[in-house]
């Protein structure tokens, strides 16, 4: 080539890197609806053998797929259980959450009397279900026992 033709690229490079056209852009992945933020639910935890009742910031019960929410503390004699409430933003995130729950399970099964399910947790037992824009759940019970605790347990929640 000639240095003329040199000269000439030379003189279009910046115009030709100014129209080169812009790097993709990585799409985000999109990130889940965080939950609402807990708030002090204690009035919907059964009063008999309550002792006590502990806000939770994030990951009810250690679980990375919880959200934050409210753990009771029972004991009844010499048997302690768990009660906890986890609030979404809607009966359909609950829903979803409850599913997850299940799917950590081993051996769940549904209950259909409360569209929940049973099953156990490394060992324990835990039974969960949700009644509108909440996930409950009743750890270290057996299903027989936990049955009339879920009862009075959603009959707290609105």
């Given at each position: 080539?000639?240095?003329?033709?040199?000269r000439?690229?030379?003189?279009?490079?910046p115009?030709?890197?100014s129209c080169?056209?812009?790097?993709?852009?990585?799409a985000?992945?999109?990130?889940?609806?965080?939950?609402?933020k807990?708030?002090?639910?204690?009035?919907?935890?059964?009063k008999?053998?309550l002792v006590a009742?502990?806000?939770?910031?994030?990951?009810?019960?250690?679980?990375?797929?919880?959200?934050g929410?409210?753990?009771?503390?029972?004991?009844r004699?010499?048997?302690?259980?768990?009660?906890?409430l986890?609030k979404?933003?809607?009966?359909d995130?609950?829903?979803?959450?409850?599913?997850d729950?299940?799917?950590?399970?081993?051996?769940?099964r549904f209950?259909?009397?409360?569209?929940?399910?049973?099953?156990?947790?490394?060992?324990t037992?835990?039974?969960?279900?949700?009644?509108n824009?909440?996930?409950?759940?009743?750890?270290?019970?057996?299903e027989?026992?936990?049955?009339?605790?879920?009862?009075?347990?959603?009959g707290?929640?609105a």
């Amino acid at each position: 080539m000639s240095t003329m033709v040199h000269r000439r690229l030379i003189l279009l490079l910046p115009f030709l890197a100014s129209c080169a056209s812009e790097p993709p852009q990585v799409a985000e992945k999109p990130k889940a609806d965080p939950a609402p933020k807990p708030v002090d639910e204690t009035r919907k935890f059964p009063k008999a053998d309550l002792v006590a009742v502990t806000l939770i910031e994030k990951e009810l019960l250690g679980k990375d797929f919880m959200p934050g929410g409210n753990l009771g503390e029972y004991k009844r004699g010499n048997q302690t259980y768990k009660l906890f409430l986890a609030k979404c933003f809607t009966p359909d995130k609950a829903a979803i959450l409850l599913l997850d729950f299940k799917n950590h399970l081993q051996n769940a099964r549904f209950v259909p009397a409360f569209g929940g399910y049973y099953g156990t947790d490394n060992g324990t037992p835990v039974f969960t279900f949700t009644k509108n824009s909440y996930l409950l759940g009743i750890v270290g019970l057996a299903e027989k026992d936990a049955d009339p605790v879920a009862r009075a347990f959603a009959g707290r929640v609105a």
